[in-house]
């Protein structure tokens, strides 16, 4: 497990590093955290209780920006075992109180007439399971007018994972006055076999979220959400826990 914390070490080293860049330059930093009635990921439940999500994230010079993320459970995580003889028994996976994965992420964004672009890097760190994976990305949006925007991201994690995942989505954002937005998006995802929960290839889940924004004041933003998904394929994701949950956010910039 050096492997593990070695990693921690340097990428605790890069926001460091970048965190004093950004100190000195012309950014600008958010900081807030997100209150959600569960923690899913790309249709894969990660725990249907509570979870505190806080993240900071600096927009730095050039186009560089970074952002540290994390999911806090605020309620254990059980699982069961099955033994050769067929007894099952309650395991808990996660324990509330504890921070149950941190991401930190690099990113740049390209300048290109037309649409937006940009690239980056994820650190994955798990601290229950002492374990880490990390992938690249690159994400596009395009602006199709009338408060609609289409986007594609695609990612290869090529550590312990080794595969692909990507998604396309569409969203529509309405302003209703300058301090309150309201917006809905709808998400579909895909895989490689080792990157989907049921080890198939394919189409992997669907989502819908319904969200609104309202600005507290110029640099302070109270959000809510509320979200759908499902499976696309039974093969690439099984039945989950989580299909409908939702949750408020409030973020500060400056």
């Known amino acids: 497990m050096k492997k593990v914390h070695t990693m921690k070490i340097v990428a605790a080293a890069i926001v460091v590093s970048l965190g004093t860049v950004a100190a000195a330059s012309a950014t600008e930093v958010t900081v807030g955290a997100d209150v959600s009635s569960a923690y899913v990921w790309r249709g894969i439940t990660f725990n249907d209780g509570f979870v505190v999500q806080p993240s900071v994230d600096v927009a730095g010079p050039a186009g560089l920006g970074f952002e540290v993320w994390g999911n806090f ?3 254990s995580v059980y699982g069961r075992f099955t033994d050769e003889e067929g007894f099952t028994t309650k395991v808990k996976e996660l324990e509330s109180g504890e921070f149950s994965e941190i991401n930190l992420a690099l990113s740049y964004d390209i300048p290109v ?9 994820i650190e994955y760190l798990f601290p229950a399971g002492d374990a880490s994976t990390r992938e690249v990305y690159a994400e596009v949006g395009f602006d199709l007018g009338h408060g609609f925007e289409l986007g594609g991201f695609v990612a290869y994690d090529f550590n312990e994972v080794e595969d692909f995942y990507a998604s396309l989505s569409l969203g529509y954002e309405y302003e209703v006055d300058e301090n309150l937005s ?3 998006e709808g998400v579909i995802g895909a895989g490689g076999k080792d990157a989907t929960a049921g080890g198939e290839s394919g189409l992997h889940e669907w989502m819908v979220t319904v ?11 109270l959000g ?10 039974s093969k690439a994701l099984p039945s989950q826990k989580v299909d409908f949950f939702g949750g408020v956010s409030l973020y500060y910039s400056f």
């Not at 809510?224 to 394929?233: K, P, V």
């Open 73 to 75: 459970d605020l309620e």
């Open 113 to 121: 007439d037309g649409f937006d672009l940009s690239v980056g890097l």
């Open 182 to 184: 309201l917006g809905i």
């Open 211 to 221: 969200s609104g924004a309202y600005a507290l004041n110029g640099s302070t933003e």
């Open 224 to 233: 809510a959400f509320l979200a759908y998904t499902d499976s696309l394929d």
